[in-house]
């Protein structure tokens, strides 16, 4: 026998059709007449499913078992193997094969060869061991969170930084090489940030006659020493060589900078933190005005280095981000438009020289879709949870979640959140209807799966 329902359950029912339209799922309904809940049960329609919801994960070829803090949602594992950096006609290459040539260019080794090894192919599934534990990362640290990283299981993950590979290419017994690839961070929705992103990792290791070749006999210095850990130093580092080091690294990079931005651009270092290397900078640029962070770098933790079998050499390593340098050098407003298959963006990259000058010219400006939603979280609420549902919902429609409002009710102490979701396709227009069927999708998400209830 039916029953009347009230409004709200009819705008839940309706939320949950749309959730289940843009997951795959069927849904199965029964009346409960003593309640005024709306029970139902939703089966997925498809084979690829949210990690929970399933034993094991297939990526790249390789199944892998699932377990409680499994967390890679579908969206980022359709992501995998583009390989974006090594696609002909697309900036992310443009810029690779840039810095390959200031590197193979300017350091050669004895035989006239370049110096530098190229690795750009590497998987990006890693261990926990290779991302965290071979860099020295503390075990409380931030980024090992759930709310920060992507988890196959509780062995492997999606790589955070193509540091995961240092150790093991060092233990191979390589001392100069670069690695490239995507690295993938769960982070906030708006126009320079993406979970999925591409990185360059650089290091070179030095003996001590490569490292003070310079001084002709270098019989009269000291390589290593029992000694203590400043700012300018680590315990095993004299400072000589702490300080030649510093000054090999830096030139490299500055000559770098000056490759990519020219001369006369505007430098500067600043004094940074990272678990893997000690000292550490930051590279900055002035660039339309601004300081803007282009890179990492720092004098290699002896310690990885033991690890690795190299401990009778010394060395440096940096890390930059390709996307963020791409969208300074070609004026590309929006880091979602390095996904783009539109022949429109693409076309604009298609040259020969990589040191084409280029700027990129919109093809598309649509009119965005704005919706709000606010509601009372659980006190275990992560952002980056939310973040992810947008994410894997809305996809890359999605160009921004701010929000907007923090609140905590004075009487009873729960926390709400409001946010402001902006819609806007990339390359046509956004029907309001099309963007409130994604938006309610989100929402009846939210509910379902991080127990948030709308206000």
């Avoid at 139902?40 to 994960?57: A, E, G, N, P, Q």
């Avoid at 017994?173 to 650089?202: K, N």
């Amino acid at each position: 026998m039916g029953r009347n329902f009230s409004c709200e359950e009819k705008m839940m029912w309706k939320r949950i059709q749309c959730f289940a339209k843009l997951n795959g799922y069927h849904i199965y309904l029964w009346e409960r007449q003593s309640s005024l809940s709306l029970p139902i049960s939703l089966s997925r329609k498809y084979s690829v499913k949210t990690s929970c919801d399933v034993d094991t994960l297939t990526v790249l070829g390789n199944s892998y078992n699932t377990d409680k803090i499994t967390n890679v949602t579908p969206k980022i594992l359709e992501k995998m193997g583009k390989n974006l950096h090594c696609k002909h006609n697309h900036p992310l290459n443009l810029i690779t094969r840039r810095i390959e040539n200031y590197f193979n260019n300017n350091y050669r080794n004895n035989w006239r060869a370049p110096m530098f090894s190229k690795f750009d192919r590497i998987s990006p599934v890693v261990t926990l061991t290779q991302n965290f534990d071979s860099l020295l990362v503390p075990s409380d640290h931030p980024s090992r969170a759930l709310s920060e990283s992507y988890y196959l299981n509780s062995e492997y993950m999606l790589r955070a930084h193509t540091s995961a590979h240092q150790s093991d290419l060092i233990k191979q017994g390589l001392d100069a090489f670069l690695v490239l690839g995507d690295v993938y961070r769960r982070d906030t929705v708006d126009a320079s940030h993406y979970p999925v992103f591409h990185q360059m990792e650089g290091v070179r290791l030095f003996s001590k006659q490569e490292l003070f070749s310079h001084l002709g006999d270098t019989s009269r210095v000291t390589f290593f020493e029992n000694g203590s850990r400043d700012a300018t130093k680590q315990e095993r580092h004299t400072i000589e060589t702490s300080l030649c080091l510093e000054e090999n690294l830096k030139n490299t990079l500055r000559n770098l900078a000056n490759n990519l931005f020219g001369d006369d651009v505007e430098m500067q270092w600043v004094d940074a933190y990272f678990p893997f290397t000690h000292p550490s900078w930051e590279l900055e640029i002035k660039y339309q005005g601004e300081w803007l962070e282009v890179l990492g770098c720092g004098i290699v933790e002896q310690e990885i280095l033991s690890s690795a079998g190299a401990d009778s050499r010394v060395g440096w390593a940096f890390g930059l981000g390709l996307e963020r340098l791409a969208m300074r050098l070609y004026s590309i407003p929006d880091i979602r438009l390095f996904w783009s298959e539109d022949s429109r963006f693409l076309d604009q990259f298609n040259v020969v020289d990589p040191n084409t000058k280029i700027t990129y010219k919109p093809f598309s400006k649509q009119s965005p879709v704005i919706n709000d939603v606010s509601f009372w979280v659980p006190d275990d609420f992560s952002e980056n949870d939310f973040y992810d549902i947008v994410r894997n919902i809305g996809g890359d429609i999605v160009e921004n979640v701010e929000l907007f409002d923090d609140f905590v009710h004075p009487k009873t102490k729960r926390k709400s959140k409001a946010y402001r979701i902006t819609y806007r396709h990339m390359e046509r227009s956004l029907t309001k209807s099309e963007a409130n069927e994604i938006h309610s999708g989100i929402v009846a998400a939210g509910v379902q799966q991080l127990g948030i209830q709308e206000r």
